[in-house]
Structure formats: structure tokens, C-alpha cells
């Protein structure tokens, strides 16, 4: 029996960075990964996708090119960019593992599983710690309908984990991020893509109208065939292709499938029970405020234990909970102040409430907007598309949250989310020194609507 401070199941963003940062701060800790190491966030997420969003946002500008004085037309092949991901993910998991190992984190492979509630099982090795995280994130959800078949039929999973089916037309189902992402990119990686969506793009999601206005016109000026508000019935798998019966009696034929159909947390074989620990009636880890399952010193963190499934949302319990071993009670959950983007034919990103959340808590939500329409930076590139929305207080001058759309959105929240959480944090987007010419510049003139049409000069200027 080999004795640890802490175990960690898992090693997607959540898991990895418990074990890192319980680490710098004195505890022995092992870690357990059944797969690739970095979980599903490297190698067939969020680093991938990004990979590839980047190539598809190069040939999207370069319908722009002509009226610089750069001539020719691109185009982009999946396979190239399969094995770009590719390199990208290795480089990014060596380095991982080279970090964990020289921290002296016990890096254990293999499928874990419980023994008891303070023992864990992983092949022939039986590792007991004081405290345990459960970090084993999520799967695919697979409509009954819809055959998995390698090169036909595929979740995103089987995308990255294989190299790319071949054949131009594909059939992208499922309106939610998934969706909304893999459209635009694969119709700029040479596919001609066909979207089998139940609902209009993120429809139902916490992004503002005017935030889902510009997102649809932008997927609009792509080459998309999209069919809104139907689903397939029937799906067979050809030898040369995919048969789609949708909905309203059409009949498609693709080349593959790319399902994008939602994911479920991931507890299968884990033998939870065994550890006392509780599971929801949708199969996620049931957790408190301070991320602890209902056995004290098990944790849960990330996509197993929050519906809200974003790798940025595990590398926030992974804090909140380090924080709770190391001293008990100390740190709640605040998933408000967790950043969310999107990554599609526009960027998007939100933080906080929007104003329905606001009303919802009998708050008057102020708008501070400015749009990037007139930007300089953003006219240089040719990418105008978007804004920035502040949502305050009308009565407290708070920020409650915000929304940016457009491009560098992702890189462009952080400056937020900084302030997030700070009751001056409107003085301090007032009063920080920009760089000049900057698409950030924009948090500023946000803010200074707040003063000039909501009455807010006070909060904003402190006069
Ligand atoms: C296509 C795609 C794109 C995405 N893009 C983004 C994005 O741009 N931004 C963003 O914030 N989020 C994105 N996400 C979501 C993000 O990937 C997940 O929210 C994140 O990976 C969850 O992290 P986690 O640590 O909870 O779990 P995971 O990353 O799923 O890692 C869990 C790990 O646990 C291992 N494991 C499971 N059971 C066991 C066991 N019994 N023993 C040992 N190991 C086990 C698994 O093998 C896995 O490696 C994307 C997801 C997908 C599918
Ligand atoms: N940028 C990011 O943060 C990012 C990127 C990708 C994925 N993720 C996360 O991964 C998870 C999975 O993403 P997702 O887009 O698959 O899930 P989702 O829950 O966001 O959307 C699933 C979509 O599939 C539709 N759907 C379900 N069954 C269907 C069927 N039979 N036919 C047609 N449509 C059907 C649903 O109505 C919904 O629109 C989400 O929690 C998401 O937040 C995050």
C-alpha cells in the first residue's frame, strides 16, 4: 500500500491542475490517468479545436486579402490540419508530463478504482491518501439513433483520436458549442458541411440577443447548409456514406457523421459506491459549495461534477478545491466568475450574470456598450464584427457581468475578469492606461457609457 496526502482520478485540466497546485503547496500527491494524459481538454477538446479554429479563422480573413494587396486565395485540407493538432497536443502533453514528473507527483496509468474511502485500486498498486479528487470528467452522449461507426458515424472523441475520415460532406449534428464551433471549422477545413440543428446556434445559452444576432449573420457568410429545426430519424450506415431520414421527410446523404449531441459525466467503473460516494440522478458527482462529494474528504471537480462542462470551469475547482484540503471550509465555488467562450465564425465570451440573471435577483441592470465597428485596431483588421457589453448596477455601480463578441474575445475577457468581483472594478477599467491602438479599449468606452447614459459618472469616475 503506497501512502499519499492526496489522489487524484484523472488528469484532464481538473485533475492536472489539483495535483500541481497541491503540490507546490507541500502535500505528496499521486495521480491517476486511464488514457492520454491531460484528459479530454488536450487531446480531443479544447486544444485541438483551438488548433484548428485558428487555421479556419486564417482562411476565413483571407476573403479580406484582395483589398490589402495580397492576392491568391486560400484553402485548407483536414488532414494537414489534423496533424498540426497533432504536434500542437504532443508538444503540450510532454510538456505536462515533464512538469508533473519533475514536481515529484506519483503519475500512475491505468483505470482506477474505489476500494474503500480513503483506497483507491489502479492495476496491481493499492494507493491510500487522506483526501481523494475525483476528476474523471466526461463522454459523449450518443442519440439512439445515431450508429457509432468508425469513419462514418463520430463524436469528437473519435475526430481527434484518429486521423480524419475521408470524404468532403459531412453532416454536423446539434445546435449547442459543439455544433456551433465544428460547423465553422470544418467548413473552412474543405468540408462541405451540412447541420442538422434542432434549435438556432446556442439557442437556450446565457449569450445576450444581440450577441446571437451577430453570431448567426457571421455563420451566415459561410458556406453552410444549414437545417434548423429538425432532427434524423433514421441513420444508416452505407458502405460508401451516411443515410439521413430527417424530421420533416427529407433524405440526406453524407460522407460522415460529427456528433455534437451533449456529454455525460464519467463515473463508469470507478465503483463510487464502494467509497460511499453520491451520485445525482444524472450521474453526476453530487457536491457542496466547497466541491466535496458527500464523503468529506472526496472531492469532485470539473465536467463529473458540474453541467456546466468547460476546462476553464475544472481549472476553477481545481482551486477551490486544493484550497478546501489544505484548509477546511475555506473556499466556496463561484462558477459566476468563471469565464465561458465560444469559438466559431466569431468569438464569443460572457462572465457573470447577463440581465435576465440580474432581474432574477431583483437587481437593475445598467448596459455599458461600445462596439468594435469603429475600433481602429479592429478596422486594421478587417474584422469589425462585435462589441463589448457591461452589466452593472444601476443602484450599487457592481459589475455584475459581460459579454464580449468578436475576435480575440477569449485573450480580451481575461482583462474583466481581472476585475471581476471587486466592487471599484468599473473605476478600475476607467482608470487603467491602455495600449492605443487595442480592441481592449473598448472595456473602457464600455464603461464610459455606464457613466454618461446611466448616471454612474460617480462609480465610473469617482467624482
Ligand atoms: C470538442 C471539445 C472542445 C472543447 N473546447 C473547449 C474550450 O475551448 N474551452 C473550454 O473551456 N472547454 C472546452 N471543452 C470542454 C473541456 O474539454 C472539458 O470541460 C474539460 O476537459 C473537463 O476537464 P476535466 O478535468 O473535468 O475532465 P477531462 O478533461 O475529461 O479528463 C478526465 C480524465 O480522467 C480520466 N479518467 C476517467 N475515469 C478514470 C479512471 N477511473 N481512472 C483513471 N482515469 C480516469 C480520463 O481518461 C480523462 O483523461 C471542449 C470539449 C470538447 C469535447
Ligand atoms: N468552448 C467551450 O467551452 C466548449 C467547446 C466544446 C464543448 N464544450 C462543452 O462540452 C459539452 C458538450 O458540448 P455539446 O455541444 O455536445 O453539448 P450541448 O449540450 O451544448 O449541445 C447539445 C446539442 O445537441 C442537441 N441534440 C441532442 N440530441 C440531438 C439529436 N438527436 N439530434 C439533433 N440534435 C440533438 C441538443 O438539442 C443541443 O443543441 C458542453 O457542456 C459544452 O459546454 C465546451
Same mark, same amino acid.
Given at each position: 500500500?503506497?501512502q ?20 507546490l503547496?507541500?502535500? *505528496?500527491?499521486a495521480?491517476?490517468? @486511464? ?8 487531446n ?25 494587396? =495580397?492576392?491568391?486565395v ?11 493538432? @497533432? ?17 515529484? =507527483?506519483?503519475a ?46 463520430l ?9 480524419? +475520415? ?8 446539434? *445546435?449547442?458549442?459543439?455544433?456551433? /464551433?465544428?460547423?465553422f ?14 434549435? @438556432? ?8 440577443? +444581440?450577441?446571437? @444576432?451577430?453570431?448567426? /449573420? ?5 458556406? =453552410?447548409?444549414a ?9 444508416e ?12 421527410g427529407?433524405v ?23 467509497a ?18 458527500? #464523503?468529506?474528504?472526496?472531492y ?24 478546501? =484540503?489544505?484548509?477546511?471550509?475555506s ?12 469559438? *466559431?465564425a466569431? &468569438? ?7 440581465e ?7 437587481? &437593475? ?45 477569449? &485573450? ?23 495600449n492605443?491602438?487595442?480592441?481592449? &479599449? ?17 462609480? #465610473?469616475?469617482?467624482?
Open positions: 500500500m503506497q499519499f496526502d492526496l489522489i487524484v482520478i484523472g488528469s484532464g485540466p481538473g485533475g492536472y491542475r489539483a495535483a500541481v497546485l497541491s503540490t503547496r507541500g502535500l *505528496s500527491v495521480i491517476i490517468e @486511464k488514457a492520454d494524459w491531460g484528459g479530454c481538454c488536450l480531443r477538446g479544447c486544444v485541438p479545436k483551438k488548433d484548428w479554429h485558428h487555421t479556419a479563422q486564417l482562411v476565413a480573413a483571407s476573403r479580406h486579402f484582395t483589398r490589402r494587396g =495580397i492576392s491568391g486560400l484553402s485548407a485540407e483536414l488532414d494537414g490540419a489534423w496533424q498540426h493538432q @497533432k504536434k500542437v497536443v504532443e508538444t503540450v502533453r510532454d510538456s505536462y508530463t515533464d512538469y508533473m514528473k519533475r514536481l515529484g =507527483i506519483g500512475f496509468n491505468g483505470a482506477a478504482n474505489f476500494v474503500d474511502a480513503h483506497t483507491v485500486a489502479v492495476g496491481e498498486a493499492s494507493l491510500n491518501a487522506k483526501h481523494i479528487i475525483i476528476a474523471t470528467g466526461s463522454s459523449p452522449l450518443v442519440p439512439d439513433a445515431y450508429p457509432l461507426t468508425p469513419g462514418r458515424v463524436t469528437t472523441d473519435d475526430l481527434f483520436n484518429h486521423a480524419p +475520415p475521408a470524404g468532403k460532406r459531412v453532416a454536423v449534428v446539434g *445546435s449547442g458549442v459543439i455544433g456551433t /464551433e465544428f460547423a471549422i470544418l467548413s473552412q477545413l474543405g468540408r462541405e458541411v451540412l447541420w442538422i440543428a434542432n434549435s @438556432k446556434p446556442l439557442a437556450g445559452s446565457a449569450y445576450s440577443q +444581440p450577441a446571437l @444576432k451577430i453570431l448567426h /449573420e457571421a455563420l451566415a457568410r459561410h458556406d =453552410i447548409q437545417r434548423t429545426g429538425c432532427r434524423a430519424e433514421y441513420v450506415v452505407l458502405p460508401d456514406g451516411v443515410r439521413l431520414a430527417l424530421g420533416d427529407s440526406e446523404t453524407v460522407d460522415w457523421v460529427l456528433l455534437g449531441t451533449g456529454r455525460r459525466p464519467h463515473t463508469d467503473n470507478l465503483v463510487v459506491d464502494a460511499g460516494v453520491a451520485l445525482d440522478a444524472q450521474g453526476y458527482v453530487k457536491v457542496n459549495a466547497y466541491l466535496q462529494t458527500s #464523503v468529506p474528504h472526496i469532485a471537480i470539473g465536467d463529473v461534477a458540474n453541467p456546466r462542462m468547460t476546462a476553464n470551469q475544472a481549472l476553477a475547482d481545481a482551486a477551490v478545491a486544493v484550497a478546501n =484540503i489544505l484548509s477546511s471550509g473556499r466556496q465555488q463561484d462558477a459566476g466568475a468563471v469565464p465561458e467562450l465560444v469559438y *466559431s466569431v &468569438e464569443l465570451g460572457r462572465i457573470g450574470m447577463n435576465d440573471d440580474a432581474e432574477d435577483a431583483g437587481l &437593475e441592470p445598467a448596459v455599458g456598450f461600445a462596439a468594435f465597428e469603429t475600433n481602429p485596431r479592429a478596422l486594421g483588421q478587417d474584422d469589425t464584427d462585435g462589441f463589448v457589453r457591461l452589466i452593472a448596477d444601476m443602484d450599487s455601480g457592481a459589475l455584475l457581468g459581460a459579454e464580449v463578441v468578436g475576435a480575440e474575445a477569449g &485573450e480580451m475577457i481575461h482583462a474583466i475578469a481581472q476585475q471581476f468581483g471587486h466592487d471599484d472594478a468599473l473605476a478600475r477599467f476607467a482608470g487603467m492606461f491602455y492605443h491602438p487595442a480592441r481592449t &479599449e473598448e472595456i473602457q468606452n464600455a464603461t464610459e457609457t455606464l457613466a454618461a447614459k446611466w448616471g454612474l459618472a460617480q462609480q #465610473v469616475f469617482g467624482e
